[in-house]
Every structure is written in structure tokens, then in C-alpha cells.
């Protein structure tokens, strides 16, 4: 799997600390407000609302905020107007990033990105400049251990396959299923009703080509990763770097 991989399953263990936490939950009621504003309340006929909510469950947010995001979205209590954008840039090693940001202030947003881009060896790009080497797809994670009976490769693979997912792959402590967009509940649930956990489960945007990067590049990327991901601003960040997995786990240590 590439180093962009590793960095999600990384970063997802440090969302254990309050900051993170704080960020997380920041970022779910963005995403709760918007899917609501542009697909309606009913998680019945919008999808990403659905995905939206269930990522905020199993994160442990509290009902309250899930309801109150909710509530801004479709209008039935007062919020701000928040607006999507992505933008586009090259880090260190030109490895490509493309950046998600949910904000009430597009002038500042893209001044800010510019910024963060720059004191960190990288450049912001025009719309369009390397978005084409990315495809959504549906990303399902599943871990080895903690399951209920022991899982193998060929069980799973048996399970996915039947239910429309595109791909497979694992290490020596998880699983990476890989879908459409449009098969993505299809999957998830043909996994979770055959009671096998799932640690993490979204769309992302999925690079066709990686870059490997080393050494001092590859401390400056993690540094530009890192200070996009703190931006208040920022819902996702994704790029097509390949790090090695002793190295990237060493310089987020």
C-alpha cells in the first residue's frame, strides 16, 4: 500500500488526542451541515448525509451536535454559510496534493492555502492541475485483529467480490477494501452484516500513480501534510506520495 495509506491510518490514531478530536468533530458538523443543505435532512434519499452521520456516531459525537449540525443544514436553526472549494498544489519531491476546504471566507481560505503551501517547499496550483490523477472511490478498512472469528484474505475477498467492490488489499494488521462510489454502501453493509468490524470506512480521493519520496523531501512533505491537516479550514487532504512505512511512522514519531 502507498505511504498516503500509511498516513491515514496514522493520522487516525492520533485523532485519539483532545486537539484532534476537537478537529474531527469540527469537520463532521461541516459535513453534516453541508450534505444537508445540498441533499436535504432525509438520510434516506442523500447518501452522503447517511455516510456523514455514521462517521459521527462512530467518532462519538455527541447526538446533540449530530442534530444541531442537522438542524443549520436544512435550515430549521440559524448558521453559517459555509462554502466548498478544492484546491490544487505540488509538495516537496512534486508529489501532487489535492486539498478539500468547507469555509465562510473563500478570499481568506485561498491566501491561507498559498501560505501554508509555500513555507513548506511546496506551490499552490491552478484549478485542474492535478486533480485528473485522482478517482473517488470508496475506501472500507478493516483490521485484523479484534474480530469475532479469525479472518483470511480469501473469506473476505469472497464477500467484497459478490457485493461489487473493485479491489483488495492488506498487511500484516489490515485490510483496504477499495470501491465505485456507487457501490460503496453495497460493500460496507455485505461486510458489517457478516459481523466483521470495520475501523474506518469513507470516499476519498484515490491517486492512479504514486511518487516515492526519502530523506529530506520526505520530511517536508510530512511537514506540509501535517500543517494542512491543522488548518481549521481543511476537510481532507490527500496526495499521491509513496513513503517507506519505517520512515513515514519514524518522522510522525
Do not use: C
Not at 468547507?102 to 511546496?122: L, P
Not at 491543522?230 to 499521491?240: F, K, L, S
Amino acid at each position: 500500500m502507498s505511504g498516503h495509506s500509511k498516513w491515514a491510518t496514522i493520522k487516525r490514531k492520533k485523532g485519539a488526542t483532545d486537539a484532534a478530536r476537537g478537529r474531527l468533530f469540527t469537520r463532521l458538523i461541516k459535513e453534516i451541515t453541508i450534505a444537508a443543505r445540498t441533499g436535504g435532512g432525509s438520510i434516506d434519499g442523500n447518501p452522503r448525509l447517511r455516510l456523514a452521520i455514521l462517521t459521527a456516531k462512530a467518532s462519538n459525537m455527541p447526538a446533540d451536535n449530530i442534530k444541531r449540525a442537522l438542524q443549520k443544514g436544512t435550515g430549521e436553526l440559524p448558521g453559517v454559510a459555509y462554502e466548498e472549494v478544492t484546491y490544487e498544489g505540488y509538495g516537496p519531491g512534486g508529489v501532487a496534493i489535492l486539498v478539500e476546504v468547507v469555509t465562510d471566507n473563500i478570499n481568506r481560505a485561498v491566501s491561507e492555502m498559498r501560505h501554508v503551501f509555500s513555507r513548506n517547499n511546496g506551490n499552490l496550483g491552478t484549478s485542474g492541475s492535478v486533480g485528473w490523477m485522482f478517482h473517488k472511490k470508496g475506501i472500507i478498512t478493516i483490521p485484523r485483529a479484534g474480530q469475532k472469528t479469525p479472518l483470511t484474505e480469501d473469506d473476505l475477498l469472497g464477500i467484497i467480490l459478490d457485493a461489487g467492490a473493485d479491489d483488495l488489499q492488506s498487511d500484516d494488521a489490515e485490510f483496504i477494501v477499495t470501491t465505485t462510489p456507487q457501490t460503496f454502501d453495497a460493500v460496507k453493509k455485505a461486510v458489517e452484516d457478516k459481523s466483521i468490524a470495520v475501523e474506518h470506512a469513507a470516499l476519498q480521493m484515490v491517486p492512479q500513480n504514486t511518487v516515492k519520496v526519502t530523506g529530506k523531501e520526505a520530511e517536508q512533505l510530512v511537514r506540509l501534510m501535517e500543517a494542512l491537516e491543522e488548518h481549521d479550514d481543511v476537510q481532507n487532504v490527500y496526495a499521491n506520495f509513496d513513503i517507506d512505512e519505517k520512515e513515514l511512522a519514524a518522522l510522525n514519531n
